[in-house]
């Protein structure tokens, strides 16, 4: 089993910057890929960011690129996710996950912490 713990979510105004940090512990010595998702209300999950342990590649949803930064710090088994010039529509529930495969698809993930809430205002 595999205990993810997010942190760092907030209110903030559009144009600032939050850092979500996720505590990884137990079985995620197999999983290569480490992700951020997100869901907003009424809205599905989607694919925010995600890092691969092996390789240290990136990949970034279009509608975070150039914004948003993951990184990884293995002394703390914690994953980061920068977030930088927010704006409202970044507004929603974060989460990070574990997975076997570098995937943007939320099935492939065997882990998840129960998310941290981001909320920016206008």
């Known amino acids: 089993q595999a205990e993810l713990v997010e942190s760092g979510g907030g209110l903030v105004q559009a144009g600032g910057s939050l850092r979500l940090s996720c505590t990884t512990s137990?079985?995620?010595?197999?999983?290569?890929?480490m992700a951020w998702f997100r869901q907003a209300p009424g809205k599905e999950r989607e694919f925010v960011a995600l890092?691969?342990?092996?390789?240290?590649?990136?990949r970034y949803a279009d509608s975070v690129k150039g914004r948003f930064t993951i990184s990884k710090d293995n002394a703390k088994n914690t994953i980061y996710l920068q977030m930088n010039n927010l704006e409202p529509e970044d507004t929603a529930l974060y989460y990070c996950a574990v997975g076997p495969v570098l995937s943007v698809s939320s099935s492939l993930y065997s882990y998840w912490g129960q998310g941290t809430q981001v909320t920016v205002s206008s």
């Open positions: 137990g079985r995620t010595a197999s999983s290569n890929a």
């Open positions: 890092f691969s342990r092996s390789s240290d590649r990136t």
